[in-house]
């Protein structure tokens, strides 16, 4: 195994950090198909547009979201949109990244009515073998759809998958993981 050099993993931690914040993500996912100006996103999040432009900065600064082209606003005004490049998604999480994926989550998913959120649970004991098996062949699907083109007119979704050993059905009680899933899925 190589050693990163001391550039590459300040620019891994920038990232990181840049993506460690429940109101980046929500920012990055209302840009994902069509560019939005900050006043856009902060009506859309019902923020405050300077709290905003600050957010938005941080992520055009770390190549997670790209300015368009200015356009004149309602009011005559400068108006710059912001798109999201899709960074993110292969991006590998810091330490805490899946508590700050679940936070976001739950964010976007305390907007929508409970009917229209579609959810499971499974209890599954698998060797290491049959993990990185589940591992790859989900995250197989999550980049096929991650890679498709949006489709015109079609309804935007979010989708969150998590996947945690679970302590509780442990005999005896362990403490290392069989793998990591994030590792898994930014392979590739």
């Given amino acids: 195994m190589t050693e990163a050099a ?13 993506l460690a914040s429940t109101l980046r993500l ?5 840009c994902l198909d069509e560019a939005l100006t900050n006043r856009e996103i902060a009506e859309r999040l019902d923020r405050n547009p300077a709290t905003v432009l ?5 992520l055009v600064d770390r190549g997670f979201l790209v300015a368009e082209p200015a356009r004149r606003g309602t009011r005559g005004s400068r108006e ?5 490049t899709g960074k993110s998604w292969r991006t590998p999480g810091g330490p805490g990244t899946s508590r700050v994926l679940i936070r976001t989550f739950l964010e976007e998913v305390d907007l929508v009515d409970p009917k229209d959120v579609q959810a499971t649970r499974l209890g599954l004991r698998l060797d290491a073998a049959g993990f990185e098996e589940l591992v790859a062949r989900i995250g197989a699907v999550l980049h096929e759809f991650a890679d498709r083109p949006p489709t015109p ?4 979704y979010s989708v969150f998958w998590a996947m945690h050993e679970d302590v509780t059905r442990q005999t005896p009680p362990r403490n290392a993981a069989m793998g990591s899933i994030d590792a898994a899925l930014s392979d590739g």
Wanted: aromatic letters at 4%.
């Fill in 6 to 18: 001391p550039q590459d993993t300040a620019d891994a931690d920038a990232d990181a950090r840049a």
């Fill in 80 to 84: 710059v949109p912001y798109k999201a």
């Fill in 26 to 30: 929500r920012i990055l996912r209302l």
């Fill in 54 to 58: 600050h957010h938005v900065r941080t």
């Fill in 153 to 156: 007119g079609g309804t935007p």
